[in-house]
């Protein structure tokens, strides 16, 4: 499936953003002009059933790798993904060739979920999205709420086929992490580490590291861009 993105910048480089489940492009906001005053094209995709790309029938990672190599550019300089986006990128990573990847509180491991609340968040209020992401910038809360009401919320099946925790990375790859991470935890960290893979913590930052701390997340990525 051929995905919409977003663009900014016009550098030489190209850095390849993906977003977590229920967002959209738009929830890089805080993070993709700064890549495009580094000398970055920025390209955001919307993953299928989300944002401008519109539903689909299939909602797999390796369905959502397939569209982001069918969609980003190859051999991107940069490839950096949060969450879910995260599990599409690791299976993609290989044919995309990029040069290096960063992956953010990713959403590798399979763990025990409640589907149905998670699709009773596309009803979600602005007060009740302020009250889950205190640190977020009001921007970020109204962007989540135009993002919910084009998400498809079929979408979350592809929580159970998460592809669990890899080996060594294909590629130069970091690993940004909430404080703490629920996705992973301390001892799957520590295994990530010696499989070769850099690993941080962003102190204080909740699931969505750049959208709760866009500066610490930035901050991470010193040496990476």
């Not at 519109?54 to 969450?83: I, K, N, Q």
């Not at 007060?127 to 809360?141: S, V």
């Not at 940004?176 to 010696?194: C, F, G, V």
Request: with cysteine; glycine share 8%; net charge positive.
């Amino acid at each position: 499936m051929r995905l919409a993105t977003r663009v900014w910048g016009d550098g030489p480089r190209t850095a390849v953003l993906v977003h977590g489940i229920m967002t959209d492009s738009r929830s890089w906001r805080g993070v993709a002009p700064a890549l495009a005053e580094r000398g970055y094209r920025v390209v955001a995709v919307d993953l299928r059933g989300h944002g401008a790309s519109g539903p689909a029938g299939t909602y797999t990672p390796a369905a959502l790798a397939a569209d982001l190599l069918e969609t980003l550019p190859p051999a991107p300089d940069l490839a950096l993904a949060h969450s879910l986006g995260s599990a599409a990128l690791l299976l993609a990573v290989p044919a995309l060739r990029c040069f290096r990847a960063v992956h953010c509180d990713p959403g590798w491991l399979r763990r025990p979920r409640d589907l149905d609340a998670l699709r009773a968040v596309r009803h979600a209020t602005w007060q009740e999205l302020r009250t889950a992401h205190p640190r977020w910038h009001d921007d970020d809360i109204t962007t989540e709420l135009r993002a919910l009401a084009t998400w498809d919320p079929a979408s979350v099946v592809a929580l159970r086929h998460l592809p669990g925790l890899p080996g060594a990375p294909a590629v130069r790859s970091l690993v940004l992490l909430a404080d703490p991470s629920e996705r992973i935890p301390p001892a799957e960290a520590t295994t990530l580490r010696r499989s070769g893979w850099q690993v941080l913590t962003v102190d204080g930052a909740g699931h969505s590291v750049y959208r709760d701390d866009p500066a610490g997340f930035l901050h991470g990525l010193r040496g990476w861009l």
